[in-house]
């Protein structure tokens, strides 16, 4: 598990969120090559076997593969990133910042700095980088404004919860698929495969909606307190 220093360096923030991308972008990649490996064994191989006499569901096949695919991915997302972990990245991404071009005729009154890579920018600043305007947008700012990557890592991780929350609705999303499959299956290996993955689905689920709410009360309690502190 990767740690986070509350560093002051805008230069060490950097190196610190570009490591914390590559490693990000390493469980995704476990995560999709585990999950359709998983689906591949469930759906596919066992095709493999049949007679060349005997009926193949196609249809059927290439609906398990998705529903394991995307259910085995929810698990193992879950698993790799911990309610700890994407704690830990949005705290690298509140001290990375963000930067939001604006038209340069609608500021042209107001003072505009010449970005420099190292000072930590407030919020509301305008600086001027690559002939362009941007505005800083997050409390500290130490992102390379023209940097896309940097844009897409405050994004995704300013909010501590916007990740469980995608997971919390992908998985909602599938357990009513799931229902419905389920309530319109007249098969019976169909209403086995469904009902087998859908108690997983359950408890994924719950596990899920645990930690949001856990997280959730936390987060606010957290929020509050310091609002109180400010004022």
């Known amino acids: 598990m990767p740690t986070h220093a509350c560093c002051l360096s805008p230069d060490l923030t950097r190196k610190e969120v570009e490591y914390l991308k590559m490693d990000f972008n390493w469980r995704m990649k476990e995560v999709l090559v585990s999950s359709m490996l998983s689906a591949y064994y469930v759906a596919f191989v066992p095709v493999w076997f049949v007679k060349s006499t005997q009926y193949v569901d196609k249809r059927w096949s290439c609906e398990l593969f998705i529903l394991v695919s995307v259910s085995t991915s929810v698990i193992l997302m879950r698993h790799l990133l911990p309610p700890r972990y994407c704690d830990l990245l949005h705290k690298a991404a509140a001290h990375l910042g963000c930067w939001q071009k604006v038209d340069p005729s609608l500021c042209s009154n107001v003072l505009q700095h010449i970005w420099t890579e190292e000072y930590m920018w407030p919020q509301g ?3 001027k980088h690559n002939k362009n305007v941007y505005k800083a947008m997050g409390h ?5 404004p023209s940097d896309v990557s940097h844009y897409r890592f405050y994004f995704f991780f300013n909010r501590p919860l916007r990740i469980l929350n995608i997971l919390i609705i992908l998985q ?13 299956s007249e098969k019976w290996h169909q209403t086995i495969s469904l009902a087998l993955i859908l108690f997983s689905n359950y408890y994924a689920f719950f596990k899920l909606l645990r930690d949001r709410i856990v997280l959730g009360k936390a987060y606010s309690h957290s929020n509050s307190s ?3 502190k400010v004022s």
């Open 172 to 184: 909602g999303a599938m357990i009513f698929y799931q229902l419905y499959s389920l309530i319109c």
């Open 140 to 144: 500290y700012n130490v992102a390379v």
């Open 226 to 228: 310091s609002d109180q």
């Open 125 to 127: 600043v305008l600086v």
